[in-house]
């Protein structure tokens, strides 16, 4: 049976479709070496624009991958929209912000907004992976009115930590040390490219080539 009048068609999505293996290979590579650059205490060193250079430099490389490298591209064109959404309960990390607030090691103007926005997609997102089924009408209009707010959070959330390094780079020095700068070199970009995706997703146009190992 086909769509009814004015829905969208619905494609077979996995939570493991064709892909995987060598998705979650790079992925745990990449995570391995991000930890290694921040074990090394090379970020430290950076200034203002350097890290804002390195987060935009991933991020868009991790949204040509999910075009150009076959694997990539079938699995974020049809594994289950909840399997890329999924990824944001990791903006539970707000709560440590608001930690690290309360220690005077990150300024109000970041951790506070920017940590409250970030539990409230964590929770939002995980209220929707568990009870809200994304291939239906009512369900697509949920997610994509959480990748919205989700995404403008954490573009505000960039936003202000650049600005704030710009105007006292030592004011954001944790976000440039373990563990938080695993948001630099990994999270973030990840965070904001499965945002993208999911728009591409939810608005239907996403290539549906299948990858044959």
């Known amino acids: 049976m086909g769509p009814r009048d004015g829905e969208p068609a619905?494609?077979?999505?996995?939570w493991c479709?064709?892909?995987?293996?060598?998705?979650?290979?790079?992925?745990?590579?990449?995570?391995?070496?991000?930890?290694?650059?921040?074990?090394?205490?090379?970020?430290?060193?950076?200034?203002?624009?350097?890290?804002?250079?390195v987060l935009v430099g991933l991020t868009i490389a991790l949204l040509v991958a999910a075009r150009c490298w076959p694997p990539l591209r079938s699995f974020v064109a049809s594994v289950d929209l909840?399997?890329?959404?999924?990824?944001?309960?990791?903006?539970?990390?707000?709560?440590?912000f608001l930690v690290l607030h309360a220690r005077g090691e990150l300024p109000w103007d970041f951790a506070v907004p920017g940590g409250w926005g970030d539990n409230i997609t964590a929770?939002?997102?995980?209220?929707?992976?568990?009870f809200v089924q994304p291939d239906t009408?009512?369900?697509r209009l949920a997610y994509l009115a959480w990748n919205v707010f989700g995404l403008l959070?954490?573009?505000?959330v960039v936003l202000t930590a650049a600005r704030l390094a710009?105007?006292?780079?030592?004011?954001?020095?944790?976000?440039l040390e373990l563990p938080l700068s695993l948001l630099l070199t990994i999270v973030v970009p990840i965070i904001i490219a499965t945002h993208v995706l999911m728009l591409w997703r939810l608005a239907g146009t996403s290539p549906a080539r299948p990858y044959r190992p």
């Open 137 to 139: 009408r009512g369900g």
């Open 17 to 53: 479709p064709p892909g995987t293996g060598p998705v979650l290979v790079a992925l745990g590579t990449w995570l391995v070496a991000a930890v290694l650059v921040g074990a090394s205490g090379l970020l430290r060193s950076l200034r203002p624009p350097a890290p804002q250079m």
């Open 166 to 175: 710009f105007r006292d780079p030592g004011s954001m020095r944790a976000l």
């Open 82 to 96: 909840r399997a890329l959404a999924l990824f944001h309960v990791t903006r539970f990390v707000g709560f440590y």
């Open 153 to 156: 959070d954490i573009l505000g």
């Open 123 to 130: 929770a939002w997102v995980l209220v929707l992976v568990l």
């Open 10 to 14: 619905r494609t077979v999505a996995s």
